[in-house]
Every structure is written in C-alpha cells, then in structure tokens.
C-alpha cells in the first residue's frame, strides 16, 4: 500500500468532482444574460429594436421638418419666388379674367389690380398680352429687329470711312 | 472551434457560443462549488451567479493564464460570498494548543472522488474552507487570511484542526471501506 500525505489524496481526487447541474440552471443563466444582450447590440447597430424613446424622437423631427417645410413654402409664394414668377402669373391670371369667370376675378390676389389691368388690356385679348411683353423687353434696347439694322449702320460707317 | 474562438464569440453575446462554454466548464466548476457548499441546491445557485459573472466580465479576461482557473477562480469567490452572507466564516478561531501530526498517520492509498465530498462535509465550515483554499486552491495563509477576514494563524490553526479531523475520519471509518460506511450512515438516516 502506497504511502501519501492527505493533502496530495484530495488534491489528486478533486478534479475529479465533477456534476452535471440541473437543466434550470442554464435556463436562469440565459436569462439573465439575454436580457443584456441588447444592450451591447444596440451600440453594433445590429439588429437594433426601435425604443419608445426613439420612436418619439423620430416623430417630433418629422413634425418640426414639416411645420418648417410649410413655413418655408409659405414664404416662398409671397417672397422672393413669387415676384421673380410674377410676369407669368399675370399672364394666367388675365386670360382667365378674359375668358369668363367672376369668380376667378374674386379669388385673384387684389394687388395684380386684375379687373382694371391698364396695358394688358388697352392692347387686346389674351394672346396679344404676350406680344406686349416681348415689345417690352425690346424696349429694353437690343431688340432683335432694329439690331441688323444697326449693325449694317455700322458697317457702312466703316466703309463709308 | 479553438477555445480562444469561443470565447471570442461569447464576447459578441453569441446565444450558441455561451451555451457552449457553459457545457464544457458547468460540470467541473459545479464541482468546485459543491467543495465549499454542503448542499447540491447552494452549489448550483453559486454556479448560477458565478457564470452570469463569468460573461458579464468576459472582456476583463486578457488570456493571460488559462481560461479555466479564471473561471474557477470567480465561482471560488462566488462560493466564499455565499458564505459570508449566510454568515457560515463567523465561527473561526485560533487555537492555542499544537497538534502533533505524524505523518505515518497521513496515511491512505486512494480515495474516491465521491469520499472526499463526504468526507468534507463532516468538517466545520471554517475548516473546509481554509482547506479547500489551502489545499486544492493553492492559496498561502497571507492570502487565505485576507479573503476570509481573519488572522494569519486563524487561517493556519483551521489547517491543522481540518487535516486533523479529516484523519479521524479516515480512521474511524476504517478507509479503504469508507464508501460503504458512508452507505450505511445514509440509509441509518
């Protein structure tokens, strides 16, 4: 019979202890660590879930993009974009005066002075607005007419020297 | 699937892989426990704890020695926690008198691994402790004595009364034939 100190029996014998625990205490286990797995998820942004909190959040910036988005479309039909549109607006509005309704007269904007257009309609009906428009913008100095003319003026000053 | 591997992807919160590497330490580490806990349902309780501690910290371990003694070593301060809130380390105390232990008293061949559990549990609960520190942990009295609250001959003095009942024990249950004692006290019960 082999001879051994106490202390090497047990520290030969201890490894062997082995037992296999119940199939709870797994279950408890994961419990506990799956309720923090989406913690550690959320900052992968891997299968993120939505939080009341964000959805919340998300729900106030569609709002406040909205209410500016209206704001700003607001300011653009009496702002700058409506004066550079201007021209184009008078033109529909005055055929839509020439052609019938009172109605539409009603819901036109009161500073076009719509019912008493003064060059519009001292020249003409409808399609003879925009005629007007164009001797308008010849005023304006290089009008394509009177330009050969001007040019053939300034040939013959040159050949003419 | 290499051990670094695994733990690799217990880091990433891997349901598959968690559930792995609590099958292959859960059978040893329960064992661990049931050294310094009397009852199976107490062991398995530490287990519990000790392994929702093992993957909550799972970054801390650096690989720097082996993954199994970190293991071991969270589930021994897991089992000693448990102890110290049931209050179970209060009981220790230095003793003055010296046994004189001769070593030809120290004396068996071999022992079954389900008699040292038996035999553990005849101890004291301050001396199974210092002894599974001692002993089958590894620690020095220094560190024993800083882990448990008490002196360094507190710890030394509980050494020599666990190794001293512990041969009793042996002798009085006539070892190799312990296993069948241990039969018979259980079915006297």
Not at chain 1, 5 to 30: T, Y
Not at chain 2, 26 to 31: C, F, W
Not at chain 2, 53 to 75: A, C, H, P
């Amino acid at each position: 019979m082999a001879k051994k100190d106490i202390f090497d029996l047990f520290r030969e014998k201890s490894d062997e202890l082995e037992q296999i625990p119940s199939s709870q205490a797994w279950a408890r286990i994961e419990g506990r660590i799956a309720a923090k797995r989406p913690r550690i998820e959320r900052s992968a942004s891997v299968r993120k879930l939505p939080h009341p909190l964000g959805i919340a959040a998300a729900l106030a910036l569609l709002l406040g993009l909205s209410v500016v988005f209206m704001w700003l479309s607001e300011q653009g039909q009496t702002g700058v974009l409506a004066h550079q549109q201007m021209p184009l607006e008078m033109e529909e509005l005055q055929i839509i005066v020439d052609d019938s309704s009172s109605s539409a007269i009603e819901k036109a904007p009161t500073h076009l002075d719509i019912t008493t257009p003064t060059k519009p309609i001292g020249e003409g009906n409808a399609s003879q607005k925009l005629v007007a428009k164009k001797e308008a913008f010849q005023d304006g100095g290089s009008s394509p007419v009177s330009r050969p003319d001007s040019v053939d003026n300034e040939n013959r000053q040159r050949t003419g020297r | 699937m290499t051990e670094e591997q695994l733990i690799a992807a217990c880091q990433q919160q891997d349901p598959l892989a968690q559930r792995r590497l609590y099958e292959t330490h859960a059978p040893k580490m329960l064992g661990v426990c049931r050294r310094y806990l009397s009852r199976i349902e107490d062991a398995e309780d530490v287990l519990v704890e000790g392994f929702c501690k093992v993957f909550q910290n799972l970054d801390q371990y650096t690989g720097k020695g082996s993954f199994e003694g970190w293991v071991r070593r969270i589930m021994v301060n897991e089992s000693l926690m448990f102890l110290r809130k049931k209050h179970a380390l209060r009981n220790a105390y230095e003793i003055q008198e010296h046994f004189d232990l001769r070593s030809d008293q120290n004396i068996v061949a071999e022992l079954a691994a389900q008699d040292i559990l038996f035999l553990l549990d005849q101890l004291p609960t301050g001396y199974r402790t210092v002894f599974n520190l001692y002993v089958l942990e590894g620690f020095k009295h220094r560190e024993i004595a800083e882990e448990l609250g008490i002196s360094i001959n507190t710890s030394k003095s509980q050494l020599i009364l666990a190794k001293k009942r512990l041969q009793e024990l042996l002798l009085n249950v006539n070892y190799p034939g312990v296993r069948d004692r241990m039969k018979d006290a259980q079915l006297g019960k």
